[in-house]
């Protein structure tokens, strides 16, 4: 490409860590380098080089804005600092609250992703409707089209706002499964323990 | 022991084991958020503390657990888990297994959320659209008319229909086998437990078995059985004084 | 108040740009000085003075996020230089495409008549809030007066736009649906059963 050699003359790194700056300003989702890329028309390498300018100008402690990777992409926060300025300003977010229900359908649509709510039903053993409508109210998951072979029972996801609110980069941070479950061999440790002292 | 004010300390509760049934019939917990298998192991452990095996403790608690456990049951398997019938009694068995296993993890992956949003409360992000960012002037590329009509018939295709096949996992009342056995034991003094059942599935014999066990705990019948897996004699009450032996002296 | 005024010896004015910063770069809205000094427990006017410090520092050409004051307050902007990437970046290819959600409120919009959120609902299964107000932003469906017998729920149908963007002449065009039913009320009936099924 022709494009971006051209620029790469006219625009020195510092101008492009600006343009990165603006996108990051006025976008409401993380963007991946190759996103500022595209919007930028630079080649993503000079974008992650700019990222770095970026970072160290927004790091934890020399400003109120902080640069983070989060969700996959690059995002502009608040600083740890001005937390409690913030929880003022902003009454409701997305994590207050979060009932026990709620938490265990959004691991099961984090771990089983797309799934309807007949499958958290299923594995919650109750009914999921509550939980399911304030996840989505609060932006958590959202629908991700319908489950032809389950009768076009709606299926849902983890958005982004997610991994933002949960400080992951990307669903992969999530524990493995096989970690988790541990008290499930407890119970059965704990089992065997009382029938050996039965059958001494 | 009185079993009723067995000392619990679960996650969800904590207090005597009457107060949990109260709270459950009062429908003020949520029976999800029960761990049964952590009262049979408070319960059991309480027993192995005494030396003696205080049977009629023990009836008691199977009694109560076996009530939690089918209210437990019945919300863990409503109506769409249909499937489950079809299997055989074993492969259920490990249906069951697999599923609270399944629900322990998730759980537990719930449990990391929470933590994670305890040590990740003091990050703000912005939530929506920046107060000054340029408008967009929505612009949509074209589209096939053919895809509402997919969306729409979509919406019409009718859910699975739910099998009737899963009765046989349903539990019947208990009390319905309270009245057959003590219709039985007007006509009869003694039965024998396998040959009146016999014929039903395993899901009603475990029930019938629940009433056996309530029946001796009203003083009604006494249980008498030779040697494990041998036949479950039963006889009334008052027969039962005239033999000199009963389970309470074995 | 004391709060604030023990806050201010503890809190140089440095420190209060940062927390401005931070609550200005979270806000999606713009921010009067009061909404600041409420959030930051500080008083009105040494925030003005904190503004002063923030504004030179996001200033045009400095920065690529600008800090302007507009009717509604303070608030964060991209840089005049950025425009151009502002504008690639907002307008993504994604937001060319229709949801599942809206892609099916269309179909019952289009193809029931003029209905009301309520009806929707009914029919999807699930709330159609979000996707509604998608189509209404992309100008796809309007108001179409209200609905007396549900209590005045406001009726959208679709809009001349919609029959361009899919290539009709006239509603009358839209596919044949004869295999879910002779007319629009054997739809609807049929639609109305089958969500009902999947709700129970």
Redesign the interface.
Known sequence: MDAPLRLIASNPLDQLAKTVEALLVVASAPLTAQDLAEAAADDPERVEAALGLVGERYREGRSGIVLEHVAGGWAFRASREAAEACARLIEKPAQRNLSQAALETLAIVAYLGPCTRPDVTRIRGVAADSAVASLLERGLISEAGRDEEAGGAIRYRTTPLFERVFGLESLSELPRLDDLGAGVDEIRDRLHAVAEKRTA | MIVRELELDLDAFEGPFDLLLTLVLKDEL?L??LDV??IV?AF??RL?ERDELDLDACGEFLVLISALLEL?AR????E??AELAELEPEQAAEELAR????????????????E??E????????????????K?E????????????A??????????EVSLAHMALRFPPVVQFLERFRSVLKRRSRFDFDQEVGELSRIEQAVAFLALLELRREGEISIEQAAPFAPIRISRSDVEREDSWTLRSA
Chains 1, 3 share one sequence.
Not at chain 2, 151 to 158: K, N, Q
Request: hydrophobic share 50%; aromatic share 8%.
């Open positions: 949520d999800v958020e298998a952590a192991l059991l452990e192995f437990k919300g863990l398997f409503p769409e888990a599923r609270l296993a399944e629900y322990r993890r998730m759980k537990e992956a719930a449990g990391w959320l929470r994670r949003l040590v990740e409360g003091d990050r703000y992000f912005r939530i929506g659209p920046a107060p000054l960012a340029p967009v929505p612009t949509l590329a074209p589209h096939d008319p053919a895809r509402l009509a969306a729409l018939r979509l919406m019409a295709v009718p859910p699975p």
